[in-house]
């Protein structure tokens, strides 16, 4: 089983677990853990969530990114411009932008401005690459605040946060 903390921009918190055959949510405010039913597979590794400008988002593999509304009590699926959430394995979470990885051990970042715009564009300063110390497949990527780590099966890469909309990441493998 896995859990997360979903966040409100200060009106709300919840919990969304997953387990190996379905995904439930604990709101705050009802005190009650409720079954959902949003699809994709049930089990751990195939939802993941990042926080980004107080609202947490709900990456579901083969679904799409959620939101949890916590006025209406229901989790809403999201817009996003210029990614096939088809193609995602998971999202992050770096400084204010939204982050995914791909299975061609590709990462990629939203807009400074809007965390679901992933048109790449230097004035909004989303992209994506493909990282060359990376290894292997990519297993998970650990949020640092402005910076990641990637993990994968063979080695770990650090990406720092540089400030430059252009360059916005240095990637570095980990050394032993």
């Known amino acids: ?5 979903l966040r409100g921009g200060g009106i709300g918190l919840a919990l969304l677990a997953v387990t190996n055959s379905a995904q439930y949510l604990y709101d705050s405010d009802l005190l009650s853990w409720a079954t959902l039913s949003i699809g994709g597979a049930y089990s751990p590794g195939t939802t993941s969530v990042a926080n980004v400008k107080g609202v947490s ?10 939101v949890y509304d916590f006025s209406l009590k229901v989790l809403v699926l999201q817009t996003v411009l210029g990614l096939d959430t088809g193609e995602v394995e998971g ?3 770096a400084g204010a932008v939204l982050g995914f990885w791909t299975l ?3 990462v990629g970042w939203s807009s400074t401005f809007n965390p679901l715009d992933f048109v790449p564009s230097l004035s909004t300063g989303a992209g994506s690459t493909s990282v060359l110390a990376i290894k292997s497949e990519i297993v998970a990527v650990l949020s640092l ?3 990641f780590i990637i993990y994968t099966s063979l080695n770990a890469v650090a990406a720092r946060q540089t400030g430059n909309v252009q360059y916005p990441f240095v990637f570095e493998e980990i050394k032993n």
Request: one cysteine or more.
């Open 145 to 147: 605040g402005e910076d």
């Open 57 to 66: 988002y709900i990456f579901v593999k083969g679904v799409g990114i959620f």
């Open 91 to 93: 999202i992050f979470d």
């Open 1 to 5: 089983m896995e859990c997360f903390e």
């Open 104 to 106: 061609e051990m590709r």
